[in-house]
């Protein structure tokens, strides 16, 4: 084994130590690792469910690295939960109006593609996983229990049902402990999942008795008749599974703490966690599916690639990161960057660089062309709303480009233009220079005539330097910049000018300034 994976302390490689110094002994006795994701159906894959499983897959790239024991994803979908809200952004929703209450299984598919709402979108999940490449067993809940697979847990949990009860009613408020029971038993005429007190347990039979509008009812645990509520199930889903390590947002650490408890309590040690943070909208706060807020992954993928996202989701886990449209470039840069870092780096190097751990140690070596930032501007600059016409703007100034053996670029010129086009066009406000400012500027076009496209583009932005020193910028050089980028961007910020004019050349940007200024 490589020294190198052991001593490396990026999140993925410390997470999968942990994980084998915490249930080593658990691993090898089953022979394999067994890692979790969960999924509730009730609505469509979203940004946070290729989060989820992007990053468990990254720790379990790490830990095949660390260990020749063989590992397994089970992506878990809680398809028996009753249907508790009509979903917002769903056609033909009003056919789930007189399902409230019933598996997600057990209810009309509205698209008319599958058996019911839950099979499509576990199709929906499945596909997702897919087109990401993920590699993943799929596993209904409604299937486990109705199979019989939970069986033996089920009994578990009701041959514990007063110490299950003890540690969940504390945590409960005094209401809803009058009706809580961790059973929730799933009637025989309306299908639905009840919510009812238990008035009698029958352990030694498998069975629970509740009552329903003063009737009293005997149900088995067992064979799909009941599911257990949320934190519950799933210390029996670890429990059944034997489930080795299992990510969730930092909503759900509560959750986690009292599911490790009842684990433990009927017999079993919890899985090793890692707790992430939860994503933010530009205004930071929460995103949220129903307030569509924030980005979608399709937007995402619309505009970068599905790497940088990767990227994104590896970069401080633990930490709230606001997740809207106008950090995409920043992202897309990043990844550029630690790419081009990877090549000088040595193999312990490697792995603290993140782009490690989204392409499972396969650094790509294509040679940055320039930043995707520095692209948008170029689209702009050179009105290309194509990408051959992008490209044909990008070769006049770097000759010799073939797009085959530039892939990665060759996809982010069709990003650009579409980025550029939804998202900074409509937003762009460009500063009207006073007579004073209109001077300065002159004054950098003037000096230009001094450069040429050879020189280099620190040669250049020397040059600005100075224009902008002997022109009242001396002491706030960065207002000097703001300038030419509000002027001539229509943005705070832009590329690095030296840099800019170097390949888009110093008579162009000459014109180009003039242009904006007249």
Known sequence: MNNDYLNSKSWPFVEAKNLLKKRKKQIEDKGYALFQTGYGPSGLPHIGTFGEVCRTTMVIQAFQKISKIPTKLFTFSDDLDGLRKIPENITNSEIL????????????????????????????????????????DFKSSTSLYQKGEFDKSLLKVLEN??????????????????????????????????????VEVLKDKGEIVYEVDGKKIKTQVTKGKCKLQWKVDWAMRWYALDVDFEMYGKDLIESAILSSKIIKLIGKK?????????????????????????ITIDE?????????????????????KK???????KAVDEYLEFI????????????????????????????????????????????????????????????????????????????????????????????????????????????????????TPEDIQTKIFSVGKENGYKDNLRDWFKLIYEVVFGDENGPRI?????????KETQNLIKEKIM
């Open 97 to 136: 109006k007189n399902h409230l209450g019933k598996p997600l299984t057990s209810i009309p598919d509205p698209f008319n593609k599958f058996s019911s709402y839950g099979e499509h979108n576990n199709e929906m999940l499945k596909k997702f996983l897919n087109d990401f490449k993920f590699k993943y």
């Open 161 to 198: 049902y007063e110490k299950v009860m003890d540690l969940i009613l504390p945590t409960l408020g005094p209401e809803r402990r009058k009706t809580y029971s961790p059973f929730l038993p799933i009637c025989n005429t309306t299908g639905k999942v009840l919510e009812v007190p238990i």
């Open 270 to 294: 919890n899985p090793s966690g890692f707790a992430y943070e939860l994503f933010l909208d530009e205004k930071g706060e929460k995103i949220s599916k129903s307030k569509g807020n924030g």
């Open 300 to 320: 995402w993928l619309n505009y970068a690639s599905p790497e940088s996202l990767s990227l994104f989701m590896y970069q401080n886990p633990k930490r709230a």
């Open 323 to 329: 997740l809207y449209k106008e950090i995409v470039p």
């Open 340 to 455: 081009e870092k990877g090549k000088k780096q040595n193999e312990l190097q490697k792995l603290m660089n993140p782009v490690w751990h989204v392409h499972n140690g396969n650094i790509p070596k294509e040679n940055n062309i320039m930043s995707f930032s520095m692209l948008l501007n170029l689209v702009e600059t050179s009105n290309a709303d194509s990408k051959d016409l992008l490209w044909k703007f990008v070769k006049k100034y770097k000759t010799n480009l073939n797009e085959k053996e530039f892939p990665i670029f060759d996809k982010l010129v069709d990003y650009a233009i579409k980025y550029y086009k939804d998202v900074i066009s409509p937003n762009k406000k460009y500063k009207t220079p006073n007579s004073d400012e209109k001077k300065v500027l002159m004054s950098l076009v003037k000096a230009l005539d001094e450069c040429n496209d050879k020189m």
């Open 498 to 506: 030296g840099f800019f004019i170097s390949f888009f050349g110093v």
